[in-house]
């Protein structure tokens, strides 16, 4: 057995689900999790939020007496939430988890913040600056996500390959790291000594299942409330904030401010759904150590097998 191996096996062993949105993370999770005495913490950065509950496909109350789950509803809309500190309270977790006895698994498709966790990335620790950060919002607003995303790409190229162009929060926050500490954003992550012995799985949905499952999904948010999740939380936050730019929050917004119908509304929601899905497999196809599922007893079984050796 090589060196590199030992190393890893002697580390703790944790469970990583992943996949697209819609791709059935949550039910598989909580089936591993029962059957193998787990707790779950969430790698999902709009599932963090109170009162976002319907638009990010949250567990309900239910699944989550079945299973205890971790990072969710951590932060209001308002509050400001890094990388770092996910990778610094899900690490927290983990070790919480593993001190009681039990399997942590890791889900969600924020492939960052499973990234962070499970290679140990070295987040720059460049305090959010207020005044930069105004000024970026106000250019996001002036002259759009575009504008900023390529200011990003002339001052940081190797960016384009880690930053999402359609997630305003972290064009602004790489932006905000690259001008205050002026050195590219792509050059500051570092893959630090590995903190656990982890077993990826992925959910491998074939294209046109998932596109009806994200269709689906959308029209039932829409019968189960959506539209006044978003009036009660519009009430009490701005439709500004960074956070409503989440699928199926921004939407909404635009069709309670008359910008457009409820039917178009509903529309952009499966397209843009779509097109994350299409991003999220993209960043998931790119780690090797991912073992791709059809099913759930192919997962226990993994599962079963990397739990006792």
Do not use: C
């Amino acid at each position: 057995m090589s060196k590199k191996l030992s190393t890893l096996r002697a580390l703790p062993k944790i469970i990583v689900i992943v996949g697209p949105t819609a791709s059935g993370k949550t039910a598989l999770s909580i089936k591993v999790a029962r059957k193998f005495n787990g707790e779950i913490i969430s790698a999902d950065s709009r599932q963090i939020y109170r009162g976002f509950n319907i638009g990010t496909a949250k567990p309900t109350k239910a699944e989550m007496k079945k299973v205890k789950h971790y990072l969710i509803d951590i932060k209001n809309p308002n509050e400001e939430y890094t990388v770092a500190q996910y990778k610094k309270d899900a690490v927290a977790a983990i070790r919480k988890i593993l001190k009681n006895g039990k399997i942590p698994i890791l889900v969600g498709g924020t492939g960052l913040y499973i990234k962070a966790v499970v290679d140990n990335l070295e987040i720059p620790k460049v305090k959010p600056n207020p005044k930069l950060r105004q000024k970026l919002e106000r250019e996001l607003r002036k002259k759009g996500l575009k504008y900023l995303y390529e200011k990003l790409i002339k001052l940081d190229p190797e960016a384009a390959y880690i930053i999402d162009r359609n997630n305003p929060r972290r064009v602004i926050r790489a932006l905000e790291i690259t001008l205050q500490s002026e050195i590219p954003f792509s050059k500051q992550r570092r893959r630090g000594p590995q903190l656990f012995n982890a077993l990826k799985i992925g959910l491998n949905s074939q294209k046109e299942i998932l596109k009806y499952r994200i269709d689906k999904r959308a029209d039932q948010m829409v019968k189960n409330g959506l539209v006044d999740e978003v009036k009660n939380l519009i009430k009490k936050y701005s439709p500004d904030l960074p956070a409503f730019d989440a699928i199926g929050y921004r939407e909404i917004i635009n069709y309670l401010e008359d910008k457009i119908s409820l039917n178009e509304a509903i529309t952009l929601i499966k397209r843009n759904t779509w097109r994350y899905a299409k991003r999220q497999i993209t960043w998931f196809k790119k780690d090797k150590e991912i073992k791709w599922i059809r099913n759930d007893n192919q997962a226990l079984n993994l599962a079963k097998n990397f739990l006792k050796n």
